[in-house]
């Protein structure tokens, strides 16, 4: 862990990546969730330094949830402003701010130094209504509770799963093209249970697990094999059921089975 954490501050990405994901295994070999959650945090960061920003997500995400699960509210308050930072890398200002917001209400409550509106963006704005704009959306977060923060956060990790197209660029001369592309682009959307492979929906390790689920393991039994908790375990089961519109483990394994054959 001080290995990555160094290695992350020196920008020397490939080797925190490696040391994150190496303690994570270790992490989850130990049952140390408070530690998982941190690689878990520090593999989401490095992902988001180096592009990938729908892993980044992921991770980040993943992170979240299991530091807010497990009550660490000091390191779900790091991965709310790390999740922050990459949608407002992605143009997800209003969301972004809402979530630096409720990171810095956390982060007051558990004692940790703070800043005012719109830390961490405070520089990124020079406009004086834009920035008010940025406070604005960051003080709603800050009244939000850690619960209403999280989902908020999940909700925002799933949608950076689907980027929105770049617009198209303005031809010279005001032709057809050039006309069509002041047009508003559509907004993607998701694609049905029926027709989407699992990795288009799922995090990996919800596919993971899902494939777990298909061979008629148990919550337990996904932990043992994943060194993860039974209770992470089932939550990433909620997490597949919620995403695909299921409501049950039989619709899990149909699908699964579906893709797998077909």
């Not at 701010?97 to 509106?117: D, H």
């Not at 920035?131 to 709603?140: A, F």
Request: charged content about 25%; overall charge positive; some cysteine.
């Amino acid at each position: 862990m001080n290995q990555a954490r160094a290695a992350e501050a020196n920008d020397d990405l490939i080797t925190a990546d490696r040391c994150y994901r190496e303690a994570l295994d270790t992490q989850r070999l130990i049952g140390a969730v408070s530690e998982e959650a941190r690689c878990l945090a520090g593999i989401g960061r490095v992902a988001h330094a180096q592009g990938h920003t729908s892993q980044a997500y992921d991770y980040l995400s993943e992170g979240l949830l299991l530091s807010h699960a497990s009550g660490q509210r000091a390191e779900a308050a790091r991965s709310l402003v790390a999740l922050a930072r990459v949608a407002f890398g992605s143009g997800r200002r209003e969301p972004a701010c809402r979530l630096a917001g409720a990171a810095t209400a956390l982060r007051s409550r558990v004692g940790l130094p703070v800043r005012q509106a719109p830390w961490p963006f405070e520089d990124e704005e020079r406009g004086r209504r834009r920035r008010r704009q940025l406070v604005t959306w960051w003080e709603q977060g800050y009244a939000l509770s850690q619960s209403e923060a999280v989902r908020e956060a999940e909700l925002l990790a799933e949608e950076g799963r689907y980027p929105a197209p770049r617009p198209a660029r303005r031809k010279r001369g005001g032709d057809a093209t050039a006309t069509a592309a002041t047009k508003p682009a559509p907004v993607p959307v998701p694609p049905s249970p029926e027709s989407a492979s699992p990795g288009k929906l799922l995090t990996r390790r919800e596919l993971e697990i899902a494939q777990l689920v298909s061979t008629g393991k148990s919550n337990p039994e996904i932990a043992r094999t994943l060194f993860i908790t039974s209770s992470t375990a089932a939550r990433h089961v909620a997490n597949i059921n919620r995403k695909m519109g299921f409501n049950s483990r039989t619709q899990i394994t149909a699908w699964i089975k579906r893709h797998r054959t077909g």
